[in-house]
C-alpha cells in the first residue's frame, strides 16, 4: 500500500509486498521490492535498491546507489526468508551496503536511530548497530557484529566478525579491529589498540566531569596498572556502585567475548 501523499516518480520500479507512508518520496529508476515496509516523510533518492523483507523507519534519507537489504554475502545463504530493520532519523549516503541476515544466527539486521552512514559504508548481515552512530567513508563492518550507541568509526576502518565495540566508542580511521573495544575507548592502527578514554565525545554527550573522571580511572585501572582482567574488574566493579557510567563498562568486560583490544 502506499500512501495518497507519497511521492513515487514515474521511472521507479515497485514490485511485491510494498508499503510506503506518508509524505515520502521516491526518486527516478529506484527498485523496491519484495516485502518492504518504508515509514513517513523518509527521502529516497534516484538509482537506490531496496530489497525484502525489509522494515524502515521515519524521516530517513537514502542516497542515489545506496543497496539496502539485499541478500547477503555469505556463503551459507540459501535464500532463506531474513530481515533488515532500520529505526528512525538515520542518513544513508551514496552506495552504502546494507544486508539482511543469515538463519545461521539471528536471521536479522538491525541498525538504529540518528546513524550516519557516510559514502560506501558496508553493514553485513546479522549485525546489531545502536543509535546516534557515526560511520565514516568505507567504514566496513563484517557479519555479526555488535555496535553499541554513539560510536564513531573512522574512514576505512574495518572490524572483524562476531566483533563488538561499546558504547561512545571511537574507532580511529584505517584501524583493524580484531578484538571487542570497550565502551568509552579510542582505538587506533592495524591491528587496533586502546591509546585513550573518547573524553572529547562524552563532553560532546553531556558527560560530567566526575563521570568522565571515573571512567578514566577504570580505564587506567584496565590499561595502565598491569592488572589481569580478572582484577582490573573486582576494581572496576566497585567504582560502578557509585557511577552507572562506569557499570556500562565493567559489564562489557564480562562478556569478553572475542577479547578485548590491548
Known sequence: MIDSTASIHPSAIIEGNVKIGANTTVGAFTIIRGDVEIGENCQ??????????????????????????????DLKYAGEETYLEIGDNNTIRESVTIHRGTTQDRSITKIG?????????????????????IFANNATLAGHVTIGDNVIFGGQAAIHQFGKVGSYAFVGGCAAVNKDVPPYVMAVGNYARPVAVNTEGLLRRGFSKDSIKAIRQAYKTLYRSGNTLEEALSQIELSAEQYPEVK?????????????VR
Open 44 to 73: 529516497i533518492a534516484s538509482h537506490v535498491v531496496i530489497k525484502g523483507h525489509s522494515k524502515i523507519g521515519n524521516n530517513n534519507r537514502i542516497f542515489q546507489f545506496a543497496s539496502v537489504g539485499e541478500d547477503c554475502q
Open 113 to 133: 536511530s540518528n546513524c550516519l552512514f557516510m559514502i560506501n559504508a558496508h553493514v553485513a548481515h546479522d549485525c546489531v548497530v545502536g543509535n546516534g552512530c
Open 248 to 260: 556500562l563498562f565493567a559489564d562489557f568486560l564480562k562478556e569478553n567475548g572475542r577479547g578485548i
